[in-house]
């Protein structure tokens, strides 16, 4: 049985990839790059800062800040996948529960506290918080730490690749978020994938 969950937030708990990709491609566009909406995607789930970076954008840091200003023109684009706060609050009940995230602990204010989801939480892993971000398994081996559970107990549950390799990196099981992904088709490796959020609950 698992004892610890822990949780990605874009696109596993918040649909934000329209709201991400929509504000990138309007800062793009506004500096005279033309890209699609399919070449902005490959970088959902990437911080910010290496996304600018995989598409090869200048002064990235720079870049970045505006892309960030630009995100609440976007902001009904968000919302908490169905089934989300249910299935959180079920598990709350008896496990211990984590969020690691690649949002810097501002990004994450800025979006996610009006959707009431820090109540499901135990402890948090920003950007920042750990030398090395995912792939890197740093930030979940932190959230272990502060949860004082092991790898056996854990398992992290997301949407991205480098959310399966960080994970499996921890030494902890990985579980893909299907219903934030397109594509499952590079996640041979995982788990568990779970279809819908309820089915997590197999899991307590």
């Known amino acids: 049985m698992m004892q610890a969950f822990i949780f990605d937030v874009d696109g596993t708990i918040l649909d934000t990839e329209k709201m991400y990709m929509l504000s990138l ?12 909406y399919d070449d902005v995607y490959k970088t959902f789930g990437l911080p910010s800062y290496e996304a600018l970076e995989f598409l090869n954008i200048p002064n990235p840091g720079e870049v970045q800040r505006d892309w960030q200003s630009h995100y609440h023109d976007f902001w009904d684009e968000v919302s908490v996948f169905d089934g989300l706060k249910s299935t959180l609050s079920q598990l709350k009940q008896q496990h211990t529960m984590g969020l690691v ?3 810097t602990a501002e990004e994450y204010a800025n979006h996610s506290n ?3 989801i820090d109540q499901y939480f135990d402890t948090f892993v920003f950007a920042g918080d750990t030398e090395r971000m995912k792939p890197y398994p740093d930030p979940i ?18 949407d991205s690749v ?11 099981k990985f579980g893909l978020a299907h219903w934030g992904v397109k ?11 779970f279809d819908q959020p309820q089915d997590i609950l197999e899991l307590s």
């Open 25 to 36: 491609l309007h800062t793009l566009k506004q500096r005279g790059y033309d890209f699609t």
């Open 141 to 158: 081996e932190k959230a272990m730490h502060k949860l004082e559970v092991t790898p056996e107990e854990s398992i992290y549950i997301g």
């Open 183 to 193: 594509d499952t088709s590079l996640f041979g490796e995982a788990d568990y994938i």
């Open 114 to 116: 009006a959707f009431n």
């Open 162 to 172: 480098h959310d399966m390799q960080a994970a499996h990196r921890a030494k902890a």
């Open 101 to 103: 995230t690649s949002n």
